[in-house]
């Protein structure tokens, strides 16, 4: 069992609180999380300066490979479990409007809009928490039922980002008010700027922006007019087409790639889809940073595993070929390529 000592200033704990989610140690987590609270501590900041950085330096040991998916399962459940433990512990009575907080269709990461919607509910907005991958027409229906004052969507990878532009013109279609956040929207909020829609960094601020509903509404409309051309819609069509491809002359290229396991080949499958995917993201915003800053981040992450240099360069160079005809995706695979660390190109 962890040791839980205990800390006055989260600031303190956090050392400690990583060592009970290094060793699963959820009881010495809660107790650390709850005896903050009772030093008097408020709950906004166990959630917001303990538990939060946890996950994100979680995510990091995960992508440098010193933690498997199942110590980051294990570490992710038990900080769930003190988000629970901490709402539950400060209770608070609801005294403002409905609202709704979601994760976009096909969004797994669901602790990032608990963590928004509990500092909602402390700051006495009623909260209805809807979880992961909630469906468009689901979430839509259930907007129009409880008359929601607004809705908080989430959403933390940036290939999602046509899913999110969807689901938010779907809430706007129902007259709901709609703030975003989450790290799929680019750091600076610059990929909900270009989708027309209303930005939160933090869930301070996001509780913020909800008290004022002129600033939710009087957001500029969307810049997509480059959508015209076509090369998001076929980039999409293509989808499976160009992974084959891709795959095939890996194949071809690489004799190792020829005797993968399936594990293996379902990783090498996985990772041709999400370069289609956030390649297709990048096109939709007309970003190309959201394609490079994908790429060095998949390079880092297969270079912390081993995976041999120019994994990622020859995959970049097949799809530029396969998609000679669309200008605006040749654009940013070159970019991409352009990206990667020497040894990889
Ligand atoms: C836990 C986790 C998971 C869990 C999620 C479980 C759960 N119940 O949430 C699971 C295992 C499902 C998962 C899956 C995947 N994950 Co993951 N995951 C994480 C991890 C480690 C922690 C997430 C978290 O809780 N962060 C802590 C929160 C507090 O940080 P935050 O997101 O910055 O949130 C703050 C603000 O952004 C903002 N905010 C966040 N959401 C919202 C919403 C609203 C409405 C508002 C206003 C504000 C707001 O407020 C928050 C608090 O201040 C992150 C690492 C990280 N650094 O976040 C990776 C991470 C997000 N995952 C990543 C990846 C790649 C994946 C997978 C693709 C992996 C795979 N190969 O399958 C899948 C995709 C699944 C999917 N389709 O959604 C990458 C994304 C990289 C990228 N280039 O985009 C990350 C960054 C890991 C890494 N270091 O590489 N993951």
């Known amino acids: 069992m962890t040791a839980a000592t205990t800390a006055a200033d989260p600031t303190d704990a956090y050392a400690g609180y990583l060592d009970c989610l290094a060793d699963a140690d959820e009881y010495a987590a809660i107790d650390m999380a709850i005896g903050l609270l009772d030093a008097g501590v408020p709950a906004e900041r166990v959630l917001l300066d303990l538990v939060a950085p946890a996950q994100s330096e979680v995510g990091e040991r995960w992508a440098r490979n010193e933690w498997s998916v199942a110590q980051e399962h294990a570490a992710t459940h038990i900080s769930e479990q003190v ?17 709704v907080v979601a994760c976009m269709d096909g969004e797994w990461h669901a602790l990032p809009p608990r963590l928004v919607a509990e500092v909602l509910r402390l700051r006495g907005w009623q909260v209805t928490f809807l979880g992961a991958s909630v469906p468009a027409a689901h979430l839509v229906s259930y907007l129009h039922r409880y008359d929601a004052h607004a809705v908080a969507l989430a959403c933390a990878l940036p290939m999602r980002l046509p899913y999110a532009h969807r689901m938010i013109e779907a809430c706007r279609r129902s007259d709901v008010p709609v703030v975003v956040g989450g790290r799929g929207f680019g750091a600076d909020g610059r990929w909900a700027r270009r989708l027309g829609v209303a930005w939160a960094p933090n869930a301070p601020a996001a509780a913020e922006l909800i008290a004022d509903e002129r600033a939710l509404r009087g957001v500029p409309p969307a810049r997509l007019a480059h959508l015209a051309d076509d090369e998001y819609a076929s980039l999409v069509r293509r989808r499976g087409e160009l992974i084959d491809g891709a795959l095939a002359d890996l194949r071809e290229r690489v004799p190792a790639a020829r005797a993968y396991s399936p594990t293996q080949l379902d990783a090498t499958v996985s ?18 940073s959201l394609f490079t800053e994908f790429v060095e981040w998949l390079s880092e992450i297969l270079l912390s595993r081993g995976v041999p240099a120019g994994a990622v360069a020859r995959p970049l160079d097949h799809y530029g070929v396969a998609l000679r005809d669309f200008p605006r995706a040749v654009r940013v695979l070159a970019l991409g390529r352009a990206a990667l660390p020497a040894a990889d190109r």
């Open 83 to 99: 988000v629970a433990a901490v709402a539950a512990h400060a209770n608070p009575r609801p005294t403002g409007g409905r609202v």
């Open 271 to 288: 990772d041709l889809g999400h370069i289609v995917d956030f390649l297709a993201a990048a096109v939709y915003v007309d970003d190309p």
